[in-house]
């Protein structure tokens, strides 16, 4: 008997302890739930954030910051487009190989990357439409004797892989020409050529200019050449991704005409773009 009482106090006693327990737990937690409150209300109805994919080693239009922050004019071009459009947008650093594939595979769901609309890429992306005119140039040394693009022919010229710059050069010299040096940037192909590595970049002129201007230790020049095919740069999503694409036109059409793509292109390139393509501008400088 003394052991039932025991058994049965000690029964007691632990259920006691525990409801004590769970009263101590319990008066805690109307805290809990109250500080949780706010958030049950849905969170912004999780609106979906677009992920756009950037090669940002390709300044002005994207490049990184001492933060590490993408910036460029063709982030700032986004960033207003998608804000007329009603759409979120965060920027992801992405390798230019294999930035194409991102956006196939649906890691990224657009790409904006000074990236020229052809009808190659055509067959794999659908693209906005253009928001920038473009044109290939040379970067040579100062003091080289290079005039003209023909004069690459048998020279060693470095281009970014896989860029219209790599295609062209490709074009002139054919296709198994060992002197055409592929780099995986821009900057990296200039670099090389700063130490004797290659005797000429040709990429984007927007992108050599800028390069050219900012890195005057390089002694670098520029040459044009009227052969080169005009250029336009366009956003690419998903091919068949028609929804995004109409967002992404509405957004463009709405910062053309509202002036804040004439701010943007003002900011970059020091001229309002119907006035004078800015890189021509830039490159009489
Ligand atoms: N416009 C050129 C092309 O489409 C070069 C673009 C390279 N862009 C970059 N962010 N690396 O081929």
Not at 35 to 44: C, G, I, V, Y
Not at 119 to 132: G, K, N
Not at 206 to 217: K, T
Not at 226 to 236: M, V
Request: glycine share 8%; proline share 6%.
């Amino acid at each position: 008997m003394p052991t039932i009482t025991t058994r049965h106090f000690l029964k007691t006693t632990s259920v006691l302890l525990a409801g004590l327990v769970l009263a101590a737990c319990g008066k805690q937690e109307p805290a809990a739930p109250a500080a949780t409150a706010p958030a049950a209300t849905p969170p912004a109805a999780a609106a979906k954030v677009y992920v756009v994919g950037t090669d940002a080693a390709y300044a002005p239009f994207e490049s990184q910051n001492e933060k590490g922050e993408i910036v460029g004019f063709d982030i700032d071009v986004v960033k207003a487009a998608a804000q007329k459009a009603g759409i979120e947008v965060k920027f992801v650093n992405t390798p230019w190989e294999g930035i194409f594939n991102s956006v196939a595979q649906g890691d990224r769901d657009l790409l904006v990357s000074a990236i020229t609309i052809t009808p190659e890429r055509r067959q794999t992306l659908d693209f906005s439409a253009p928001y920038f005119d473009a044109q290939q140039l040379i970067a040579v040394k100062s003091d080289s004797k290079i005039a003209k693009f023909d004069d690459l022919k048998k020279l060693k010229v470095g281009v970014q892989n896989g860029t219209t710059g790599d295609e062209v050069i490709t074009k002139l010299q054919g296709k198994d020409s060992p002197n055409v040096k592929r780099f995986e940037s821009t900057p990296l192909a200039l670099k090389e050529m700063e130490g004797g590595g290659v005797d000429a970049v040709v990429a984007d002129n927007g992108v050599v200019v800028h390069y050219v201007a900012n890195n005057p230790g390089s002694k670098f020049k520029t040459i044009a050449d009227s052969t080169f095919a005009a250029e336009q740069y366009g956003i690419a999503v998903k091919k068949g991704n028609a929804e995004l694409l109409e967002k992404i036109n509405q957004g463009l059409a709405g910062i053309k005409e509202d002036g804040s793509y004439a701010r943007i292109y003002t900011q970059y390139f020091g001229a309002a773009p119907a006035a004078a393509p800015a890189p021509a501008a830039a490159a009489s400088k």
